[in-house]
T-cell receptor, first 114, second 117 residues
Framework: QKEVEQDPGPLSVPEGAIVSLNCTYS??????FMWYRQYSRKGPELLMYTYSSGNKEDGRFTAQVDKSSKYISLFIRDSQPSDSATYLC??????????????FGQGTILTVHP | EAGVAQSPRYKIIEKRQSVAFWCNPI?????LYWYQQILGQGPKLLIQ????????DSQLPKDRFSAERLKGVDSTLKIQPAKLEDSAVYLCASSLYPKAGGEDTQYFGPGTRLTVL
């Protein structure tokens, strides 16, 4: 079983739609979770960073962590064509030599069409 | 603030040849990471440096891959000899330091796209 599982999609939505992206993880020791956005032929860039359970909102983006079900989500409201990218969820190592190490999901390809 | 620089951006080689990638992290960042991203997959950590020391190289295929970070700044990743399955994007990232109990953003470079024929 992979440590972080993510549905690769692809996901295609019309402009203005609410997008829901999801990941599951297998090791409950992790506390830090991230969402990265990767445009074609670019490196990933940090979008959201969450710690522990609950919601975190930043503009049109909301990250949600449910530790009881080991489920992390990213919601995008009022999606725009510029949101078209690959979205990667990741967890950060909890400690020791793995501290700082990111383990990524497969990535979900999102296309928002006008 | 300048970002993470990588070169070359693209490289095409034949199997069994050698290749080297270069990374210049953000100034002042103590930690440097090399990731391998195969098409359709998320990045996978190959090696992590803290200053010029190796913190984690558990997923680095040491029979063919090597990396160094001289003087705790720039880093090079080498593959010798290359195999077909090494075709991927090699991403370099840096962070200020792994900060216990806090956010520590990793900033990624644009990557080097390697094709092994």
């Amino acid at each position: 079983q992979k440590e972080v599982e993510q549905d690769p999609g692809p996901l295609s939505v019309p402009e203005g739609a609410i997008v829901s992206l999801n990941c599951t993880y297998s090791n409950s020791a992790f506390q830090y979770f991230m969402w990265y956005r990767q445009y074609s032929r670019k490196g990933p860039e940090l979008l959201m960073y969450t710690y522990s359970s609950g919601n975190k909102e930043d503009g049109r983006f909301t990250a949600q962590v449910d530790k009881s079900s080991k489920y992390i989500s990213l919601f995008i409201r009022d999606s725009q064509p510029s949101d078209s990218a690959t979205y990667l969820c990741a967890k950060r190592g909890a400690g020791g030599t793995s501290y700082g190490k990111l383990t990524f999901g497969q990535g979900t390809i999102l296309t928002v069409h006008p | 603030e300048a970002g993470v620089a990588q070169s070359p951006r693209y490289k095409i080689i034949e199997k069994r040849q050698s290749v080297a990638f270069w990374c210049n992290p953000i100034s002042g960042h103590a930690t440097l990471y090399w990731y391998q991203q195969i098409l359709g997959q998320g990045p996978k950590l190959l090696i992590q440096f803290q200053n010029n020391g190796v913190v984690d190289d558990s997923q680095l295929p040491k029979d063919r891959f090597s990396a160094e970070r001289l003087k705790g700044v720039d880093s090079t990743l080498k593959i010798q000899p290359a195999k077909l399955e090494d075709s991927a994007v090699y991403l370099c990232a840096s962070s200020l330091y792994p900060k216990a109990g806090g956010e520590d953003t990793q900033y990624f470079g644009p990557g080097t796209r390697l094709t092994v024929l």
